[in-house]
């Protein structure tokens, strides 16, 4: 996780700057399709967030709930973010 931590962290870092940018064009009436542009490349970056999340927990905690024997625990997790991935 701590190689995962690191790239999260710094991804989120540059999305935070991203959307101070937003707030920014905002405030100086960008004009609209530059913002959206701009909305459009936050929601892929945090996409690209919930994907190195989601891969660090397949193949980490779903992966020692199994060999558990927590085979229920972690068929829920799966489907449970499956649904939020397809909102």
Do not use: F
Not at 6 to 16: A, G
Not at 34 to 49: F, R
Not at 61 to 83: H, M, R, S
Request: glycine share 6%.
């Amino acid at each position: 996780m701590h190689t995962n931590k690191q790239k999260v962290i710094r991804r989120l870092k540059i999305l935070e700057g991203q959307v101070r940018g937003l707030q920014n064009m905002v405030e100086k009436d960008t004009y609209c399709i530059d913002v959206i542009t701009q909305t459009s490349a936050v929601k892929q970056g945090l996409s690209n967030v919930e994907d190195i999340l989601m891969d660090g927990h397949l193949g980490h905690c779903v992966i020692n709930q199994i060999k558990k024997g927590e085979t229920a625990k972690a068929k829920t997790e799966i489907l449970k973010v499956y649904k939020l991935k397809r909102k």
